[in-house]
C-alpha cells in the first residue's frame, strides 16, 4: 500500500482529483453546481461552434457574391459614373473661376492701355521639350487671332513672344530665351539695356540685361520695365534687378533680372494681337 501512494497511479489520481475539485469550485462560485455539465460541454464545443459560425458566415458571403455578381458590378458602375461626373463638374466650375479671374486681369489691363488688343485667355497645355529655356505650348492659335511673334504676358507682366503658330495652339518662347531681344529700362534711374540671356542664368529663372554703360548708375532692387518697340508695347514689368557685375571689357556692365513671372510655372496667360507701333518700322 505504502508504494502505491508513492506511485506514478497515485499522482495521476491526485491530479484528476485537483481538476474535478477546481470544476467544482468554479462552477460553485459562477453558478452552482447545475452548472457543470454545462461548462464541461461549453468549453469542449466553444471551439468547434466558432469554427462552424465562421465556416457559414464564409458560405453566406460565397454565395451572395455569386448571386448578385451583376448587381454589385451594376451598382459599382453607376457609382462610378457618379463619381466622375461630380470631378467633371468641379474641374468645369474651377475652369470658368479660372477663366472668369483671367477676364477680369485682361480689363484691368485694357483700362490701362487702351490700345491694347487681347486674345482669348489662354491656358499652358505643355511644356517644349528639350527647351533650356522653359517654353511652353498655349491652347490658343491663328482661329483665336494670335499671329507669330505677339506678346505674350500675365496680368503680372511679361513672359515671351509666340514663336511657333497653328490653328488651335501656339508655342511660346519665354523671356528667359536668348530669341528674346526686347529693349528693356529700369523705372527709377531709367537707365536702358536689352535683354541679352544665356543659359546659365535662365538654369536660374533668370534674365539677363546687357549693353548697360558703366556710370549708369544702376542699383539692385531696381524695377525694370520693357521700351516700345515693333515687337513689344512699353511699360510692361519685367522684374527687378538682383545683380550687377562688370563686363569682361570693362567698359560695362550686366544686370541680372529676377522675372516678376516665374514662367517655368505659370499655367495661364494671354496675347496681345495688337498695339500702337506693332510690325511699324521708322
Not at 459562477?30 to 461552434?49: C, D, L, N, Q
Not at 458602375?77 to 474641374?91: C, F, M, P, S, W
Not at 511679361?158 to 519665354?174: H, R, S
Not at 543659359?199 to 546687357?210: F, V
Request: aromatic content about 8%.
Amino acid at each position: 500500500m505504502r508504494d502505491f501512494f508513492k506511485g506514478f497511479k497515485f499522482k495521476i489520481i491526485i491530479c484528476i482529483f485537483a481538476v474535478v475539485l477546481g470544476v467544482v469550485i468554479y462552477a460553485a462560485v459562477s453558478g452552482g453546481f447545475s452548472t457543470i455539465p454545462e461548462t464541461v460541454i461549453s468549453t469542449i464545443t466553444k471551439p468547434f461552434v466558432v469554427a462552424s459560425n465562421a465556416v457559414s458566415q464564409w458560405v453566406e458571403d460565397t454565395i451572395d457574391k455569386f448571386t448578385n455578381a451583376d448587381r454589385y458590378k451594376t451598382e459599382n458602375e453607376e457609382l462610378r459614373n457618379k463619381l466622375n461626373e461630380q470631378y467633371k463638374q468641379i474641374i468645369d466650375l474651377e475652369n470658368v473661376k479660372n477663366e472668369n479671374d483671367q477676364l477680369k486681369q485682361i480689363l484691368k489691363i485694357k483700362e490701362e492701355n487702351e490700345d491694347f488688343e487681347f486674345s482669348p485667355p489662354c491656358n499652358v497645355i505643355a511644356r517644349n521639350t528639350n527647351d533650356a529655356y522653359a517654353g511652353f505650348t498655349i491652347d490658343r492659335g491663328s482661329d483665336d487671332g494670335i499671329s507669330l511673334y505677339d506678346p505674350v504676358m500675365t496680368s503680372n507682366g511679361l513672359i515671351g513672344m509666340v514663336c511657333e503658330i497653328a490653328p488651335n495652339y501656339a508655342k511660346v518662347a519665354t523671356i528667359l530665351s536668348n530669341e528674346i531681344n526686347v529693349g528693356v529700362m529700369t523705372f527709377d534711374s531709367k537707365v536702358t539695356g536689352i535683354l541679352d540671356n544665356d543659359i546659365k542664368n535662365a538654369n536660374e529663372g533668370n534674365c539677363l540685361m546687357s549693353y548697360i554703360t558703366k556710370d549708369s548708375g544702376i542699383k539692385d532692387g531696381e524695377i525694370v520695365k520693357s521700351v516700345a518697340g515693333v515687337v513689344f508695347p512699353g511699360n510692361l514689368l519685367i522684374g527687378t534687378v538682383s545683380k550687377v557685375y562688370d563686363d569682361e571689357n570693362g567698359l560695362s556692365v550686366h544686370a541680372v533680372i529676377k522675372p516678376a513671372v516665374d514662367v517655368r510655372t505659370v499655367t495661364d496667360c494671354v496675347v496681345i494681337t495688337s498695339f500702337k507701333g506693332q510690325g511699324v518700322v521708322d
